[in-house]
Every structure is written in structure tokens, then in C-alpha cells.
């Protein structure tokens, strides 16, 4: 059955990016530190918890900043090797990099699920960094699980990824945890 | 030795209280469930990490609103039986309850630590809970760990513990995890 998967990688104070996000600096500054679980640090339970995610997901969605700002490094083959899903306000035609499409999404984040649900076919669909996104999906109750890998700095400032607006509080199960010297890797499913 | 610890309990949104507190709602709207883990729902794992900060403690440093929406439910004791030193502009005279003094500090947080500290007798300095003491301390270097008691909800809406503003990230060890159904309990070692 498709979960939807809402990951993204956190500071202790909440950001997922730091200040000052552009193509030359993806994650902002000293935003990197946010993925040294990611990096040549990485352990193997980093690891596993990233090649985890990919392989049990069948289509990505994301926002248009994050592809922005990601696509030149995505490299030839596009990266995911799977169908993706740009929500974005700019009509864009489908854009195909090796195995990876990525389709531009202008009718909503309706429009998207179902489009990546489709695509999944059984498999989760993984909504990926974008702040804005997983904030209208927490706010449509899509979202099934959360995986925040936890990273042990207090940045101080950047992009707060969780904005106030939900109707009511969203509970949570922690399901697993998953420790590293980079992070903390935590599971929850949504309570619905 | 003593160490300044910094305690909170957050939502994974990275709220400490919910909107509107006051002194009927002292944890805001929906709020309380941050506190789950110290309430009847609380598993041994919870109440020793209470006990633990409780007994490793020498002396409480607070804010003025902590204390304005707490005194009354702290009871007759004081609740805390120790040295208690509130940051605040207004000055107040020293309130003695049982083996609990309130003592007020209008000079700034440089004085409420040394008072603390010299009170701790060896002992930690427990920084409890208010978001803008918190800020100044982390701001001025003085915090040895962080607990964070990270409650598995999304809130959407409350007050922010933590601000933007620091001249540099923090760099953080997390030293310990503890986990229970309404809480992860992680402590950070702040490294200087």
C-alpha cells in the first residue's frame, strides 16, 4: 500500500535549510551540516536509513525551489531514477534526465498525489524537503509518516520548515529511532 | 562541576507552549501535551529522567512569565527546594516558600548565573523551560547540555523556543537517548 513519506532533514531549532538558499548553496549557510548523515560521515545506519527510503519509494514529490536549485547536481541521469513530481506555479513541459521524468505540477497538491500515486505503483511516494509543500499536505492530512533525521546543531537561523496553520495538532507514534554521530533518525506515524 | 543545563519540552514543530498561555492555560492551547511525559501517562523511563535533572540540580533559573503562570500551581513548597532565581525587568522582592526561594534578578543573565552558581553549590544550574532566558544563555556561551524532551506531535501553532539570532551555529554531541511512548528524551553536550 502507498505511504506517503514526508522526509527531511532538521535542526534542533527547526531548519531545514540555512539562510540565503541559492544554486551555489542548496542548503544555505552552514545549511550542510544538515546532511552530514548524507555526506562522506555518513555511518552505515545512515546509510541504511537513506537507501531505505529510495528503494521503497516509486515517485518523489517536491517544490520548485528545491528543484531549482538541485537539478545541476542531479546529474545526467536525473538522480532518482523515478517518476517526479514538481509542484511549482510555472507551467513547465516534462523534462526527462536517464530513468528520471520530471513532470511540473500546476494544478495543486491534489493533482500531485494522485499523479505520484499513480506512479508509485504500490510503492510510497516520498515527499521530499520542500517546506511549503509538506505543509499543504500536513494541512490535507495526506501525510502518513514523517522521517526527520535529527541533526545535532542549533543553526541559529535559515528556513523554518514546520509554519504555524495547522487547524489542530497532529499526532504522532513514534514507530523507530535510528542513531548516528550525524543525526537521529526518527520515524513517526501519523495518527489519523 | 556544575553544569548549565538547558531543559524544554518541544513539539517536533519546535513549539514549547501552545498559543494563548496564560495563567488558567499555563502550556497554551493543546499544550499540556508536551507535558505528557511527566504526567499520568509518564513510563519509569520518564520519571527517572525527571528525577534525574530534578536531583542533579543545585539551583533553577527561569523567566519572569515561567514563574508568573507556575506560582500557583507550585504549591505551598515551592515545589522546586532549591534556589530559584527568576530574569526579570520588574523588581521584586524575594519570595520564600518552605525550602524555596524566588529570587528576582534584574541585572541581566551574566548576574542570575553567577547567583546561580554560586546557590548550586557544585551542583547544575537547571535553565527551565522560558524561551528568551534560554536564548541569552545559548547566546552568551553558557549552556554545558541540552535535554530535550521532544513530544511526538506536530502542534502547528505556539510560541517558538527557539529564535533565530545566534552569530554562529551551535555544535552539538547528543550523549544520550531515552525513549518512551510520549517522549525522546535526548541529551546534547554543547561542544565549545
Redesign the interface.
Known sequence: MTKVILDVSL????FSAGSNVDVAQPMGK?GE?LHDWLSSTATEADSHVASELFSSAGAVVTGRRTFDVGIDRWGDDGAFGMPVFVLTHRDTPRLKKGPTTFTFVTDGIASSFEQAKSAARGKNIWLMGAADVAQQY?KAGLVDE?L?H?A???????K???E???????????IR?I?S?SA?H?T?RVIK
Open positions: 535542526s534542533l531549532d527547526g552552514d551540516r500536513l514523517l526527520i535529527l545535532p546543531v542549533v543553526l541559529g537561523a535559515g523554518r520548515f514546520f504555524s496553520g495547522l487547524d489542530q495538532p497532529l499526532a504522532l507514534e513514534r529511532t542513531e554521530a537521529t526518527l513517526y
